[in-house]
């Protein structure tokens, strides 16, 4: 009689027993070094209507403040100053905030305000916003077939703005 050798199949190899009982050491392991957090409780979460919300005069303001006076660096105290350029940036951004801040709620009239000061102080418009900024206040303030045609021509021309989403939502979408 002769003796056959089990398959393969029929008893795994011991290195396999090892590698599975090394993981699950190594899931062990990691579930016991994980920090304890409790539960949040639904009666403890806080209420939408008492926190507080951002109001148009908020953003508006904001947006007019002079940009806070920043203690000038001294290029050896500091790799990176903050200069005239940079503040001039931040105020920048602070006004497409307000834009976007207004845009959101559809006042028409503090877009155009933002929207003059923008022309006025930028009139660069590096980002090529301020036209489509306009182009979104005359769909709100006069919305009809004119101002979806100017919509879709200023989309059809800055298709890499990252104004043209909001252009599209505001104007051109049913």
Request: charged share 30%; hydrophobic share 40%.
């Amino acid at each position: 009689m002769t003796r056959s050798r089990p398959s393969r199949r029929e008893k795994p190899p011991a290195l396999l027993f090892v590698g599975v009982a090394l993981l699950a050491g190594l899931g062990l392991w990691l579930l016991a070094r994980a920090p304890h957090v409790e539960p949040t409780r639904a009666d403890e979460q806080p209420d939408p209507d008492t926190v507080a919300k951002p109001t148009l005069a908020a953003v508006a303001r904001s947006a007019a403040a002079p940009p806070e006076p920043v203690a000038a660096a001294e290029p050896e105290d500091h790799p990176h100053p903050i200069t005239p350029a940079h503040q001039r940036i931040f105020r920048e951004n602070r006004i497409v905030g307000a834009l976007d801040g207004a845009m959101d709620v559809k006042d028409v009239a503090a877009m155009r305000r933002f929207l003059q000061e923008y022309r006025e102080d930028y009139p660069e418009d590096d980002n090529m916003l301020q036209d489509g900024y306009a182009v979104i206040a005359d769909c709100f303030e006069r919305p009809g077939e004119a101002a979806r045609a100017a919509a879709s021509r200023w989309a059809d021309a800055h298709r890499g703005s990252t104004l043209r989403r909001f252009v599209n939502r505001h104007c051109l979408e049913p």
